[in-house]
């Protein structure tokens, strides 16, 4: 079993920038596709960016293409969303998931945070 915790999210006003972090546990960490994802309140959960288990592949989703830049250090267990230019449409709590071991386009997300509220002020 995998766990994660999510931290980094706060208070911020639009344009400024925030990193989070999605911290795992367990030996296999690196041989995980991961993603985040992020849910606004009153709407469904949506898709925000994955990278695969080394790094080396990544994909977004539109709304935040450009803005956020997805990451990881599998030395520390950690995967990583740099948030900049945020914007109020932004707001919504952020959870980190596993998308399968060494799969690309990710698999099944079955693993989850607890997730990090993320609130943009205008």
């Known amino acids: 079993q995998v766990q994660l915790v999510e931290s980094g999210g706060g208070l911020v006003q639009a344009g400024d920038s925030l990193r989070l972090s999605c911290a795992a546990d367990?030996?296999?960490?690196?041989?995980?596709?991961m993603g985040w994802f992020r849910q606004a309140p009153g709407k469904e959960r949506e898709f925000v960016a994955a990278?695969?288990?080394?790094?080396?592949?990544?994909n977004y989703a539109d709304s935040v293409k450009g803005r956020f830049t997805i990451s990881r250090d599998n030395a520390k267990n950690t995967m990583y969303l740099q948030m900049n230019s945020l914007k109020p449409e932004d707001t919504a709590v952020y959870y980190c998931?596993?998308?399968?071991?060494?799969?690309?386009?990710?698999?099944?997300?079955?693993?989850w945070g607890q997730g990090t509220q993320v609130t943009v002020s205008s």
């Open positions: 367990g030996r296999t960490f690196s041989s995980y596709t």
């Open positions: 990278i695969s288990w080394g790094g080396g592949s990544t």
């Open positions: 998931a596993t998308g399968g071991r060494y799969r690309w386009p990710p698999s099944v997300y079955d693993h």
